[in-house]
Each structure stands twice: as C-alpha cells, then as structure tokens.
C-alpha cells in the first residue's frame, strides 16, 4: 500500500527521474517515492540497446538499458521507493497526485515536491500530416524500436525512413542488421538533424544513402505501404515540381521529432513555453507553480541521456533546497534565447540564494562555423566562449558560476555570433 | 609516394570530432582535429580497418521480454558484421541473466566476446 | 434462408437492422470490411444536423428534420455520447445575411428552433471567429455525436435480438429467384426475400446486380479534415460558413472528446480513395480563415479522408428497384445522411418491409445495450470497485486518452467484436491521442493477439493484409 504523504513524488522512472530521486536521497530527503507507469524502471532507455551511453556520466561506453540499470542501482542502494505500474492521471498544483495501478487502485497522495520526468514523445504521421493513404506500415522510428529490440518482431522488410533524428538513423542501422533492406534516409533541411557520428556508423557504414533537401510527399497502400514519394524540396522547404520519384518499400518509419509530454503539466496549469514545449522553470528546474519541477526529455529534448540524467540530479538538488529552505523569492530575471538561439533553458533565473552553478542549455537555429557564444545581461557580459562549429542536433550547455547572477536586473540574453 | 587526405567523423563519443586523415598508400601518416587520444587512435585505425562495436539482441526464454540486448565488449572489424549476426541468430540463452555475462566467447573468430548489456530476471 | 439482407453496415445499415430486429424477421446485414462503420460513417462531420439546411420539397428536408428528432431518445437508449454545442451559420456581410434569411425561414417552417446574434456578440461567445463576421445563426439544438459508436451499439442491439453479422464479406453477384434473391459473396451465397442496398459509395454497383437501367449516378466526394489535439479548444461551437453549392463548407467542430475537426473541402474522386491531398489540405486551411481566425493548426494531430455518396438527383434515393421486387435502394445518403438515419431506416421499414412481409413484433427483443465499462468517466470511488473486481482495470494502456488494459479487453468481446488495431481506436480510443498509438500499439497488439488466439504478425491494422509486424524475428 501506498502511504498518503511523500516528502519528494518523482513521476518517470527513465534516467532523469531515477537520477533525480537519488540526489533528493543524497540531499537527506527522507520519504521519496519513484511512480512509473511500465512494470520496469528505465522508459525509453530499454529499448535503446546500441552503445554510446553512459561516456560522461559514467566514463563508459554502455547500452541504454545498462545505463538505465545503473542509476536503478544507485536508487535502490539509496532507499528509493519505488511503485512500478502505476499511471499518474493527475496532477494540482497543491501537489496532490492521482494515479492509478493494479496493486493499488486508484490512489491520491499528497506530495511535499513533485519531480515530472515524464519525458517525451514522438511527432507522428498524424502531425506532419503527409498527403496520401494511411496504410499499415508507418511507424515512429521509436515504435519500430519498440517493436524490435524489446518484443522481437520486425515491422517490414524494405524500409525507408523519413526525418534523420538520431532514433531514425539509429533504427536504419538496426533494421539493416536484422536482414532489412534499408534504401535510404530523407531529410527536408540541407544538413542532418542528427548526431555526426550516427550519421557515420549508422548510414555510411552500411551504404545507406542520405538525401538532404528531400522529404515524403505522398504515401501510397490501401492495407500495407507499397511505397512512398520522395520529392527533392526548395530552400523554402517546398517540393520542387518534377523532382519526386516513386520509392517502393513496405515500411516507413519517421523520425520526426520529439516533443516533451506534458499533458499532466498542462491539465495542472503549469506554465509552458512555446518553444520547447516544456515548462517555464528556473535556474533549479522549478516550474512557475511552485514545488514542482520538470527535468530530462519531459523539459526540453536532449540529444543525450546522458545530459537528461544529470539534468535530473540539478532537478533533484533543487527540490531538496525547496523542501529544506522554501522557496527563493529573490528578484527573478528572464533568460532570452537572442541572435541564432532557438531556445533557451530555463526560462528565467534568480539573482540571489542561487546554487552554486546554474546551466543554460540552448541549441542555435543553423549550423554555423567559428562562432563566440555570448551570455550577457544588458551590457554586461556575463560570459564569452568561442566554438569551432554549432549544429541545431547539439545542444549547446553553459555553466554559469551562480555568483555571476548576484544583483543582475536586465534579461540574460544569449546569443550566437559567427 | 602519393598522399591522399581522409576526412573522417570520430564516433567514440557524441562530440563526434571532424578528423583529417593523411594517407600515405595504406599508412596513416598525419592526423589532425581529433580532441583525445581515443580520437587519435580511432582515426588511425579507421583509415585502414574500420572497428565497431556491435549492438543487437539475441532470444532469451523464460524472461518478461523475449529478446535480450547484447553487445560485442570491444570493437570487431565493422565488415564482418553479416557473419557476425548470423552467429548471433543462432544463440538462444535461457533468463535469468546478468549484464555482463558472456553470451558467446568469440564472435565470428573475432576473439571478442558478446555480453549482456543488461540483467534480466527469470519469471 | 433470410427474410432480409441488408448490404452495407454504415450507419444506414446498423440502425435498419436495429429497427428491423424489433421484428419477428431473420436478417443479415453483409459488409465488406472488417468492421461496421468503416467508410462514410468513420469519416464524417459527426454532426447531428437540425434540418435547416435542405431545400423544401425534398426527401432530404422530411427525413433530417424528422431524424434528427428521433436521436435524443436513440442516444440515450444506446448509451452513446454526444454534445450539445450548437451550430454557428457565420455570415460576412450583406450578400451571405441575406442567406442567413432564407434559413431563419426554412427553419420556422419545420419548427427548428434558433437565435440570431450580431458579429460582435459572436466573437464575445467564439474568440476565434473572424472579424469580418457581420452576423450569426445559432441553431443552438444542434449535437455532435461519436457516429461509428451509434452505428457500432445498433449492431450489437440488433446482433444480440438475433441479427447475423458477416463482416470481411464482399457481395459479388446477385441472382434473382423465383422468390426473392441470392446474394453471393466469393465463399457463400444468402437467400433472401428482400435486399437492401445501404453500401454508400458502392450502391451502384449492387443496383447494378438486379438491373441494367439504373436512373441515377452516385459521384464520390471526398472530404478531407484536420483533427486537433483536446488540448486546445478554439470552438465550443459547431462553426459553419453560409452555405454553398459545393455543400456545407468547411467547418470547425468540437468532437464529444475534446478534439476539434477542421475540414471538409469537397473533391470528387474516385470510389475508395480516402488518401489526402496535399491540394485539399491547403484548401482546408485555407478556407477555414474565412470564418476562424488564429486557428492552432499546429495542434494537429491527424488527417484524413472520407466519402461522400453524392448522387445527380441531390437527394437521397430510397425506393423499390424497378423490375426487382423487394429490392430496396437507400442510395445517395449524403449530409445530412447522419442526421436523417433513424428516419431513413424507419421510412424503409414502414413503406417497404411492412407491406411486403407483414413481421409481427417480437416482444423480446431489446431496444437498448448494456454499455461498456469507461474508466474515466467513473468516480474514483466507482473505478476503485472496478478495480478490485478486475485489476486489469486500473492497468492503464493508453496515456494519452487514459484507457485500461480491461477496456480494451472488453470491446474484443463485445457482441459486434473489436478485431483490429483500428477497431479498438474506434471503440475505446488508444491512438486518438496526440502519440496516435506510438507508445500504445504494441501494448493494443498485444492484447488483439492474445485475446483472438492468433499470432502478433496476423494482427492487422484495419482491413485485411493490412499486418503490423511481418514476422518474428528471433525464432
């Protein structure tokens, strides 16, 4: 049975939320419960089996369940509570939380914070809204993962993959290896939108052609796919008339996107901004309501676990000074996403009682070479750092030295300079 | 003798480092770019014999799941790749499992062996 | 041998069956896809029209006025949601005020009751309504309903007084007898007193089985929509342009789950194509703007197509075949076919089942079904009750529109079963929701397979050869 009060309620149990409940642990909260809504820890991580995890939290290179499997480790070493098979339905903001199991029925609890870590999901067919029929055969590139690596089963033989995000790429490699034609990867802007290295070990490696400037304009198939258009585009992002060919193939998987989920959020009434699709939250990832806060994939998309498992502990750290001090009600200014930044997190920062550090994740709008990265309020620049190049795929993060923040009144803005 | 030039992308990490390789016939003569030693050697290594690690699941009974994911402890030469999966088709293991545990001793006469990337319970 | 078999299970086809089914009659009802309501009654505007809109004189007129009557009490009986939002008729300036007049007229003749509002107390009730707007009619007994779920509970009704069901069963050929007809279908024939014709788009071509003079023409017309997220709700209403010749525009609509439908354009095609055009959705969203302003198309979660039977007489054709006795057509069911169902069905059994078969009433038959278990619109004290009946029911499967493992479960088992991927969306909505089945189709695989006793690779997501998974992938 689930008791009626928690110091600290953690929903997710992928690598931010299990990372963000150690660290309320290791902050001496006593009473901190972990729900997750699948019957094991680890969320998407389980299904992500290829290496490349684990290099900067834990020095080594791991699978996504054995990076899962670590921070589970240390939450259990830690004296976690954790409730698996169980849905959060609801959310207020005077922190009670509904949700629902097998074991337990339909539950309400009173939570002293609520960590969301309830990470993100995919942009499908139904967004992108590609002209055509709507046969079997189109899946998210995270759903074929699904499909493949945790229930064995292959989604279709010859496949082609619109959207290079790193599950796509990934997925082209996978579907490859267990025997699966794969004839190629569209993307509509002119560079990819995933990590280099994927674009290297998953496509080149195994002669998978790249088509940059090209996306699906028509899907044909009454029961399942029987192929697909692909249309070079313009600049603009339009299809060039006379440019698409018909490209036969059972299978199409998308990897579109990814949109942090937050409909629990939403229905609670907590703040989002636009343009991540996640809360507002401060410099201790606490969002507008407060006692709750927001981390990983459910705050704004990483392209690493990694950064989303560290961005749980940040999150959970601040949860802890929340129930220990209360709430910072020092001057708060807002961070601005300036010249090339697409977006910025968080969404503002205290000037007083911060923590020791405080970390702006921004991605730019382009790639861009030999550029100076400037973090400045007014006309005081707070930071200054140059990179040889930036791409949108790679988030960008900067740590600010939280006395920087002391007695600042304008906007901290950051911007891109080539 | 002729110097041709590589452009490489490194995958050891997701900085993914953009390395220059100079070849001299077969021999890598000059490397620039890379940002670690690891990045060093790998451009080095890519430029005659491209390695990988390889990364897919093999059948496992009595488990929640009914594949287990599993991955080559080292890199193997990335073109055995298809004798590679042959071999891992073949392999069926029995839950429960703990990471790490070796799967096969010597993949496709690689001399690398193929572990458990994670632990699964028996049921 | 059957008394009657009906052909098609649209709405048209359910709710006759339903009605017929409250007689001493042996009845099937044939259709050719996997489940009921899977052509023009998926695809539609789900709007339950008031009859305002058909000209005087018509069939169209009687039946939807008359219809639309009947569904208050047939909603209820049946258990099936619906909402009363009201109907917008927006007009920009003098020219479409004009039309609104002609409407206003219309609807005192047959007593449809509404209220006329100026542009500006529109927008104070519609924020998103253009600012050209001059003036506006709420019919304001205007309901959206969820159409395949009344299509889907007249079947069970009609399934459980005894009426057979063969789904996946396409009519080939029809041969007449001495007395009445056999129907065949590739793998078995049926033989009938009466037939039925309510296959939609495909009318004509049963119509053409049992006679070589067909006096009508049946043009597809395919209407394509947008479907936003609940998580935006731009309309409460039911916002409609004035209508014109192409139909009733392109509307706005609050669906009874929170979602709003954008659409439909008008474009013929042909007869089974329902794909989307990347033409008809820019002139969707194009044409909204004429009535909505700053509509959130970026909550878009789904497109898709449907058909309409649109017939060269522009009305709805439900007459004996000449030369073929018995043979009913119910042809040309355009909007407001939806509205006008449960009259269309009552007229057919009134004018030419009655008098040809004389079927006494059947006592026992029901008139209504028990509903399905939904978990989120119980209490909490209720679903708790559920839960500890069954587990199953606090597993919860799909987050985006919170449905349990047990739900899903009972809609495989009803008397018209769930046997497909879509069948399942259809009925307890795991993959209406902003994922659109991302992270809930293999759960929903899953469970199909299990609870059908086939393997996951026969699991299809609608009609036949439509599979999901191609094969296991380590043996």
Known sequence: ?418 | MKKETKQLICVNCPKGCRITVTMEGEKAVEVTGYSCENGKNYAMQESVCPMRILTTTVKITQSTLRVLPVMSEKEIPLHVWKQAMEEVRKITVQAPVSIGQVIKEDLCGTGVRLIASRSMKKV | MFDIVIIGAGIIGTMLARQLSFYHLKTAVVERNSDVADGTTMANSAIVHTGYDPQDGTLKAQLNVQGARMYPSLLQQLHCHHKTTGAFIVACGKKEEEHLSLLMQRADQRGIPYRVLTGQQAIKEEPHLSDQVTKVIDFYTTQVIYPWEVALRCMENAVNNGTKLYLNTEVTRIEKRETGYRVHSHDRFFDTEMVINCAGVNAPLIHDMVDAHRDYEITPRKGEYYVLDHDCTPVSHIVFPVPGPAGKGVLAVPTVYGNTLIGPNALECDGDDVSTTPQGLQAVRKAITKTLKDMPMGHNIRTFAGIRATSNRHDFIIEEVKGAPGFIDAAGIESPGLASAPAIADRIVHQFVEPRLHPSANPQAETTVQPPVIMSELSIEKQNEMIRKNPLYGKIVCRCENVSEQEIIDCIHRPVPATTIRAVKKRVRPGMGRCQGGFCQPSVLRILARELGIAETEVCLNEPGSTVLVRENRL
Request: hydrophobic share 40%; charged share 20%.
């Open chain 1, 1 to 418: 049975m689930m008791k009626k009060y928690y110091d600290a309620v953690v929903i997710g149990a992928g690598c931010a939320g299990l990372a963000a409940a150690v660290a309320l642990k290791k902050n001496g909260i006593e009473d901190v419960l972990l729900l997750e809504k699948d019957e094991e820890t680890g969320g998407i991580l389980n299904q992500c089996i290829h290496n490349g995890f684990g290099l900067s939290a834990f020095g080594e290179q791991m699978s996504g369940p054995a990076f899962a499997q670590r921070f589970y480790e240390q939450a259990v070493s830690q004296g976690v509570i954790f409730r698996t098979g169980v849905m959060v339905t609801k959310i207020s903001p005077d922190k009670t939380i509904v949700c629902s199991s097998m074991q337990d029925g339909v539950v309400t609890l009173q939570a002293g914070v609520i960590i969301l870590a309830v990470g993100c999901y995919e942009r499908n067919s139904g967004a992108i809204a590609i002209p055509g029929d709507r046969p079997a055969g189109v899946y998210t590139a995270g759903q074929a993962q699904k499909y493949l690596n945790m229930d064995g089963m292959m989604v279709g033989n010859r496949v082609f993959i619109l959207g290079s995000g790193d599950i796509g790429l990934i997925m082209a490699r996978r579907m490859r290896l267990e025997g699966a034609e794969v004839l190629g990867v569209a993307e509509v802007m002119p560079y990819s939108n995933g990590l280099p290295r994927n674009i290297q070990q998953c496509l080149i490696d195994y002669d998978i052609p790249l088509y940059l400037s090209h996306t699906v304009t028509g899907i044909h198939g009454k029961t399942r796919l029987t192929g697909i258009d692909l249309s070079q585009v313009d600049e603009n992002r339009n299809p060039i008339p006379g440019a698409t060919k018909r490209i036969e193939c059972d299978t199409l998987l998308l990897s579109v996107g990814l949109i942090p989920e937050n409909h629990l959020g939403d229905a609670c009434g907590i703040p989002m901004d636009p343009a991540i699709h996640g809360p507002r939250v401060d410099e201790s990832y606490m969002t507008e309501i407060p006692g709750i806060f927001a981390c990983g994939n459910g705050l704004h998309v990483h392209d690493l676990a990694d950064y989303a498992a560290h961005q749980g502990t940040m999150a959970g750290n601040g949860a802890a000074a929340y129930l220990k001090n209360g709430e910072n009600l020092s001057h708060k200014i807002s961070v601005v996403a300036g010249n090339q930044v697409g977006y910025v997190v968080p969404s503002y920062v205290h000037t007083e009682n911060v923590m020791k550090t405080a970390e702006l994740y921004f991605r730019v709008k382009q790639p861009m070479e030999h550029v100076e990265i400037v973090i400045r309020s007014g006309e005081k620049v707070i930071r200054r750092m140059k990179k040889d190049h930036v791409i949108p795929s790679e988030m960008e993060m900067v740590i600010i030295a939280g006395k920087m923040l002391e007695g600042l009144q304008d906007d901290l803005i950051v911007e891109v300079h080539a």
